[in-house]
């Protein structure tokens, strides 16, 4: 009809029986650009307290709420029939109205975004944190997951032998080891078939003989990416420069499996932690040296997931909080990761989901300098144990599914029911 008119809000509101009303005037919807910054315009709206609360409360503001809420359209309405909608790029509402209405706007808290996967797959968090001292040889999550905080927020990870952290994605079993902080979802490769926990086969790893680095008679090659051999600084030697053999196989891995098969969009630009800070030593040459996690895991029993130096954050893309050196998506576990899910330096364990029997495998984490160069893996036994990098063990690619991805996933994560898109 030639006498409708499309109101943009900028509002005059009411408080009507501890609700809020909005009033639209043609005076006042003609000021949208200014009821941002206009302190003499106020606007009252409910919003809830907690997420998931279901309860609100008004709040009277010169401004729309901005991070960490959204847009209630279901409960948000007009009373003479107005359409109202949120713009979030712009940060403003909307009215579509033949005449004067008024309008109960709601906007409800969201969860952070690790806490929303967590939700969306069914799973829960719990206070706390478990007894590093031992090793997890029942289900330590089957009532909650651990909680710790990440460097993109708090990250929830599973513990012990768990019977419900399954994925099945591109063709393939994985594990997961952990929500990330930003909500993406951290999975470890588990074999072409389901295997159960303390199950010892072949199929769980992509290869069960790939050596680390080449050559193991310098501190450099301790890293994931290295720089110059016999170089006389700490940033030299540990320059980011030439690929680790164990680098090579594991990109040559994910492009073949994942990349020309279709499956690159789902996966996520994570950091994954080469953490070569120093605990003593200099990290140079022949120089004897330990590195921050041996001190961390075996002395302290004190695991972390946040990576220290950015030059050991590996990214793809992001230079902002990472390193930007990696080609691909994909990496291996770390030994902090290790403990957390379980295990212990020289403790055997064949109970938890880390557990894969046939071989040794790698992690991505240095431990020492001595004779070689060494960085941790897991034992045959299930043990965290530092090896040389010249030695030829077993490669299992870590990957994180994007958050998006992760929180539409469908399955309860068993083995007969893993997680999976629908």
Known sequence: MKYKRKFIITIFVMIIL?????IFNKTYLKQKSNIQNATQNTISYMIETEANSGNYETLTSNKWPKEGYIFNDEMSYCVNGGTL?????????????????????????????????????GLSAKEGSPDF??????????????????????????RGAVENNYVYFAGYYWRIIRI??????????DGTIAHANGESSKDRLVSTSVIFNSSSNDNAYVGYMYGTAGSSSYE??????????IKTYVDNWYKTNIVDKG???????????????????????????????????????????????KNDAFTVNDEEKGNGALTYPVGLITADEIVLAGGKAFTSNSSYYLYKGSSYYWSLTPAI???????????????LYATGVHNAYG?????NLSASYAQNLVGDGTMDSPYTAP
């Open 236 to 245: 030299e030697t540990h320059a980011n420069i030439n690929d680790s053999t």
């Open 18 to 22: 501890s609700l809020f009303v909005l």
């Open 395 to 399: 490669a299992v690619p870590v990957i």
């Open 85 to 121: 909608s949120w713009d979030k790029s712009t940060n403003a509402v909307s009215l579509a109205t033949a005449k004067m209405d008024k309008c109960y706007l709601y906007f409800d808290k969201e969860l952070p975004p690790s806490e929303k996967t967590l939700v969306a797959l």
């Open 263 to 309: 499956y690159a969009e789902a996966v996520s630009d994570e950091i994954f932690c080469n953490d070569r800070e120093l605990n003593s030593g200099t990290g140079i040459g022949t120089t004897s040296t330990y590195y921050k996690a041996s001190n961390r895991l075996e002395t302290n029993k004190s695991p972390q997931l946040t990576c220290t130096q």
């Open 369 to 383: 300098y001595s004779s070689f160069a060494d960085v941790y893996d897991i034992f045959m036994a299930g043990y």
């Open 133 to 158: 001292n031992t090793t997890a040889t029942t289900d330590e999550t089957a009532d909650g997951l651990y909680a710790m905080e990440d460097d993109y927020g708090t990250s929830y990870y599973f």
């Open 180 to 189: 990330n902080g930003d909500g993406s979802l951290r999975i470890i490769y």
